[in-house]
């Protein structure tokens, strides 16, 4: 089986705990406007055999020190879930991580095989998440509720002015945050242009202009947040 990949290397604790084999799976079902890898977003990249990536993953296996692994990511790496899970049952002795924006319908297939589960919640209102980033809430929404039946994960809220920062927003983080059963912890993630660069060189228009979140909104999310008792960490 072959799997795209379009970056792949080295990383720690930024993916997952320790130091860990982190692939950048090709191609995504969202477009957001401030992705920090728009070079993943289209299916493209390079070719690889599961078989080559099964053994690179086994020769790697030394540097995986405090607890590391191996990280699938994207662009979307639950689109070519056929393709990792056949990576993950044939390598029963490592510790898989996904990053997922668990708006898709093989989220749970990947997820439930891994050791750490991390997902985004982008936005708690519906048509906003549909029309900036087309992805439908209540895929996201069923997805962490069905993964938190047998898994502890980590949602990562990526705070962007104009598109989730409002008071309203944040009510509506909170009812959904109390409403999930499990265990689960939060990270606010604060609006960076890390990624404005790289959509320029490949020739697409960054679109975002206003982004940025004051220091006392990020502060007022995690206060009001943990106040409503929701873990919030900071990795
Ligand atoms: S879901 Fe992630 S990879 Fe996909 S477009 Fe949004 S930020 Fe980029």
Same mark, same amino acid.
């Given at each position: 089986?072959?799997?795209?990949?379009?970056?792949?290397?080295?990383?720690?604790?930024?993916?997952?705990?320790?130091?860990?084999?982190?692939?950048?799976?090709?191609?995504?079902?969202?477009?957001?406007?401030?992705?920090?890898?728009?070079?993943?977003?289209?299916?493209?990249?390079?070719?690889?055999?599961?078989?080559?990536?099964?053994?690179?993953?086994?020769?790697?296996?030394?540097?995986?020190?405090?607890?590391?692994?191996?990280?699938?990511?994207?662009?979307?790496?639950?689109?070519?879930?056929?393709?990792?899970?056949?990576?993950?049952?044939?390598?029963?002795?490592?510790?898989?991580?996904?990053?997922?924006?668990?708006?898709?319908?093989?989220?749970?297939?990947?997820?439930?095989?891994?050791?750490?589960?991390?997902?985004?919640?982008?936005?708690?209102?519906?048509?906003?998440?549909?029309?900036?980033?087309?992805?439908?809430?209540?895929?996201?929404?069923?997805?962490?509720?069905?993964?938190?039946?047998?898994?502890?994960?980590?949602?990562?809220?990526?705070?962007?002015?104009? =598109?989730?920062? +409002? +008071?309203?927003?944040?009510?509506?983080?909170? +009812?959904?945050?109390?409403?999930?059963?499990? +265990?689960?912890?939060?990270?606010?993630?604060?609006?960076?242009? %890390?990624?404005?660069?790289?959509?320029?060189?490949?020739?697409?228009? %960054?679109?975002?202009?206003?982004? =940025?979140?004051?220091?006392?909104?990020?502060?007022?999310?995690?206060?009001?947040?943990?106040?409503?008792?929701?873990?919030?960490?900071?990795?």
């Amino acid at each position: 089986m072959m799997i795209n990949i379009f970056e792949k290397g080295f990383n720690y604790s930024q993916d997952g705990p320790g130091n860990r084999l982190v692939y950048h799976l090709s191609g995504c079902n969202m477009f957001c406007p401030w992705c920090s890898n728009p070079e993943g977003m289209e299916k493209g990249g390079r070719q690889y055999s599961t078989d080559e990536i099964i053994r690179e993953i086994q020769s790697s296996a030394p540097m995986f020190f405090d607890g590391g692994g191996v990280t699938f990511t994207g662009g979307e790496c639950t689109l070519q879930s056929e393709a990792v899970i056949e990576i993950i049952n044939n390598l029963p002795e490592i510790d898989f991580c996904i990053e997922s924006n668990a708006a898709t319908k093989t989220f749970l297939s990947v997820a439930e095989k891994c050791n750490t589960v991390i997902v985004d919640y982008k936005s708690p209102c519906a048509e906003k998440l549909k029309k900036i980033t087309g992805a439908d809430i209540s895929v996201v929404e069923n997805n962490i509720r069905n993964i938190l039946k047998t898994k502890k994960i980590h949602i990562r809220i990526p705070l962007i002015h104009s =598109f989730n920062d +409002d +008071d309203d927003s944040l009510e509506k983080f909170i +009812d959904f945050f109390n409403s999930l059963c499990g +265990d689960f912890d939060i990270e606010i993630l604060p609006y960076h242009e %890390y990624g404005k660069e790289k959509w320029n060189r490949i020739g697409k228009e %960054y679109s975002v202009s206003d982004g =940025f979140v004051s220091k006392e909104t990020i502060k007022k999310f995690i206060e009001t947040l943990k106040a409503n008792s929701i873990k919030v960490i900071k990795t």
